[in-house]
């Protein structure tokens, strides 16, 4: 072997050896890995809270509040402000509820109406995603008027199919990556199950 060889040799020596050249990809740390999960955490969490003096109406009327809320960000294509809006939706509603003069559920219909008209006005309708959530908004509706109009008993498992048929819902725009964002959609997906599991197995009125 020549010097050169040598000198070659010595040179890759130290930087194949080095920490950095077999070093293996960084594991995540458990406590980064839980609050990359934080929607889930705060579904839990949630599902919990409200459990307790939740009846079945109320969840069979919370059904097409549900199906607005993805027909609204469809609508107004802003997934960076899914949560603002899942906010305001809610809390338009709930005062909606504190009133008698609209009844809440026909205020939600003709919003979800005036929506499909202005989306329509801009040319939403021909890329589909807001007839999708359109289709949505009355699946959903349907079921919650079924369930209310229903036998008691029978509408405790209408109730908790829609629930769990929104959170499919939920799923399939989770993977889909859309709408949505997807924070919101595991948040979402996550409290529906709760929620339809605690339809079935909990004592509500």
Not at 112 to 122: K, T, V
Request: with cysteine; proline share 5%; aromatic share 8%.
């Amino acid at each position: 072997m020549t010097n050169r060889d040598n000198f070659v040799d010595e040179v890759r020596g130290p930087a194949a050896d080095a920490p950095h050249a077999h070093q293996a990809p960084e594991r995540r740390p458990w406590i980064a890995a839980i609050l990359h999960r934080w929607p889930t955490w705060l579904a839990i969490a949630m599902a919990a809270v409200l459990a307790p003096g939740t009846t079945v109406g109320e969840l069979a009327t919370a059904l097409p509040l549900l199906a607005f809320g993805y027909l609204a960000a469809a609508a107004l294509k802003r997934r960076g402000a899914t949560w603002l809006l899942a906010v305001g939706v809610i809390a338009a509603y709930a005062g909606l509820r504190m009133q008698d003069l609209v009844d809440p559920l026909v205020a939600l219909v003709a919003a979800a109406i005036a929506l499909m008209l202005w989306g329509a006005l801009r040319g939403q309708l021909r890329r589909g995603t807001l007839v999708i959530e359109a289709a949505g908004m009355v699946g959903f509706t349907a079921i919650s008027l079924a369930a209310v109009s229903a036998d008691p008993e029978l509408g405790r498992w209408v109730v908790a199919a829609g629930w769990f048929g929104h959170a499919a819902w939920d799923l399939a725009h989770l993977k889909a990556d859309k709408v949505v964002s997807r924070s919101f959609a595991e948040w979402c997906t996550v409290f529906d199950v709760l929620r339809a599991v605690g339809i079935l197995i909990l004592p509500m009125p």
